[in-house]
């Protein structure tokens, strides 16, 4: 199977800026997209941000023109830059890739997550 090791997250002022990375390994044949998801306390898990192979970035409106999605295709790792972060981008932040395996079709794999803090 897929495994993804996400780091970066950390504490945080408001106005600062963290970067992401999520390092894909296991029977991986492609890549074909990469994505960051967050989930805060009491929340339900939402997109945040994805790339796909050929470069196309989407952002959802509450992070677009803060965060920057970017990727390494030969290290198999996506980035996640933050800036002008908020407390609301409090949460647990979650890599998602959708790959080809060797052995099995096309799938999701999701990542353990990184804490985000963000306070005043």
């Known amino acids: 199977q897929v495994q993804l090791v996400e780091s970066g997250g950390g504490l945080v002022q408001p106005g600062g800026s963290l970067r992401l990375s999520c390092a894909a390994s296991g029977n991986i044949f492609s890549i074909y997209a990469m994505s960051w998801y967050r989930q805060a306390p009491g929340k339900q898990r939402e997109y945040v941000a994805s790339?796909?192979?050929?470069?196309?970035?989407n952002y959802a409106d509450s992070v677009k023109g803060r965060f920057t999605i970017f990727r390494d295709n030969a290290k198999k790792t996506v980035f996640l830059q933050m800036n002008s972060l908020k407390p609301e981008d409090t949460a647990v932040y979650y890599c998602n890739v959708e790959a080809q395996t060797f052995l099995v079709g096309r799938g999701d794999y999701w990542g353990q997550g990184t804490q985000v803090t963000v306070y005043s």
């Open positions: 790339i796909i192979s050929g470069r196309s970035t």
